[in-house]
């Protein structure tokens, strides 16, 4: 049994107002008499299995908040333990009290009965004939009495800061303020453990940077966690020096005619849609088509381990002069796997992205006129897409089946590492 809850256990051996608080050997010791962060075991087993609470592609917001997580865990911690000291303090000293309130109680009856004896009890005392004459005194009782009255007050001040530390609500319950605490400490450090998982999952299928959570240990594991989240908090700033960002756009069909999927572009792109199959499958509004590694690794435009950050669609017409029109459009993009753990299933993403005002590259000379831009996090672009234009435009003046619509222009915001 800890001092702590030794002391608590004294004091309700005196008094009943903390009895509430005394614990037999054995038993859980109540929450202030030990440290806030024991218990990580059962607090985070749960959470420990396969399964991920967070997506593991958005693992640089992950990183940040399980820096924010852990921060006020260590704040709370430090409150806790401030928390403690004071409660041991003001415990401690309420037993030391009452035991030397109990001796000072016995040594006022000891003098009591025998300092009368020893000093005498006469005043205006005179010798006659060898007897001692004079009138017996009431000095020794009413010193008693009053040394009586000092113990009893000092008692009653220390049953009134008793009474305060079992009060509910007051500043001096530092039982109720330590629970508190823990219950604000306990949900950041789920949290805070649920961020790490996930991270550390992003940060080996992302960035290559292989380093597992700390496993769980009953005690200190605050502190172990906090230095595994600088570690690897590090260790991305490092991979975000050769980390680069930029804006591609691209039209869906090159304009050619009739040219088989493995003619040569007419530009320097590889071809995606020719304007036949673009028009084909403008009919039901499904535009199926792929992107691969040599979409990126042109002579003259080379973007290495390309990753999406975001995506913008819009519409080419071939009258300019036609009102303004909006379509809403849906983006499927190429799924994303990746491994949690060996011989564990992956966790698969299937990003799906709403543009709801996809409008006339005409009427959008300032391409951030219409809020269309849409975050995705390091998916991967290369793979199988599937854009889903309505049949018909926002005010349904426009078919999607028509010339209105004579290309699709994609915009993409891409990260991705410099050579």
Same mark, same amino acid.
Request: aromatic letters at 8%; hydrophobic letters at 40%.
């Given at each position: 049994? /800890? ?9 309700? &051996? /005196?008094?009943?107002? &903390? ?94 009965? +025998?300092?009368?004896? &020893?000093?005498?009890? #006469? ?44 009060? +509910?609500?007051?500043? /001096? ?41 700390? /496993? ?31 804006? #591609? ?61 975001? &995506? ?27 491994? #949690? ?79």
């Amino acid at each position: 049994m /800890n001092t702590i809850q030794k002391t608590f256990n004294e004091l309700a &051996l /005196n008094t009943d107002i &903390l009895s509430n608080l005394s614990v037999n050997e054995g038993e859980t010791p109540i929450p202030i008499s030990e440290p806030i962060d024991t218990g990580a075991q059962q607090l985070l087993g749960n959470y420990s299995n396969t399964w991920l609470t967070y997506p593991p592609n958005e693992v640089e917001y992950l990183v940040q908040t399980l820096n924010e997580h852990l921060e006020n865990c260590l704040e709370i911690r430090q409150k806790a333990q401030d928390l403690e000291i004071m409660a041991f303090k003001e415990t401690s000293e309420q037993v030391l009290q009452r035991k030397i309130s109990a001796i000072l109680m016995e040594q006022l009856h000891l003098f009591k009965d +025998n300092e009368p004896k &020893l000093l005498g009890n #006469i005043v205006n005392a005179n010798i006659d004939n060898n007897h001692i004459n004079g009138s017996n005194s009431d000095y020794w009782q009413k010193l008693f009495d009053k040394q009586q009255q000092q113990l009893e007050l000092r008692l009653a001040d220390a049953n009134n800061k008793l009474e305060r530390l079992a009060e +509910n609500g007051s500043g /001096n319950n530092f039982v109720e303020r330590f629970d508190f605490l823990k219950n604000l400490f306990e949900k950041d450090m789920i949290e805070a453990y649920c961020r790490a998982r996930a991270a550390a999952v992003g940060l080996k299928n992302i960035y290559k940077i292989d380093q597992a959570v700390p /496993n769980i240990t009953d005690n200190g594991y605050l502190d172990k966690l906090v230095l595994w989240a600088r570690d690897v908090t590090y260790k991305l700033e490092k991979k975000f020096f050769n980390i680069r960002e930029t804006t #591609i756009a691209f039209a869906l069909n090159d304009g050619s005619t009739g040219a088989p999927a493995a003619a040569a572009p007419v530009f320097d792109a590889p071809r995606i849609i020719t304007l036949d199959a673009f028009k084909n499958s403008r009919t039901n509004g499904r535009f199926d088509f792929s992107i691969d590694e040599a979409f990126f690794d042109r002579p003259n435009f080379k973007l290495n381990k390309a990753r999406l950050k975001g &995506l913008d669609i819009h519409i080419i017409s071939k009258d300019d002069k036609q009102p303004h029109e909006f379509w809403r459009v849906t983006a499927k993009l190429p799924s994303l796997k990746m491994e #949690i753990a060996p011989g564990a299933p992956q966790h698969h993403y299937e990003p799906k992205l709403f543009i709801p005002m996809a409008t006339y590259f005409a009427h959008c000379p300032d391409l951030n006129a219409v809020p269309n831009h849409r975050e995705v996090n390091n998916v991967s672009p290369l793979g199988d897409w599937t854009l889903h234009i309505e049949k018909r435009s926002l005010s349904s003046k426009s078919e999607t089946n028509s010339d209105v619509i004579d290309n699709i222009i994609i915009r993409m915001r891409i990260a991705y590492e410099k050579e």
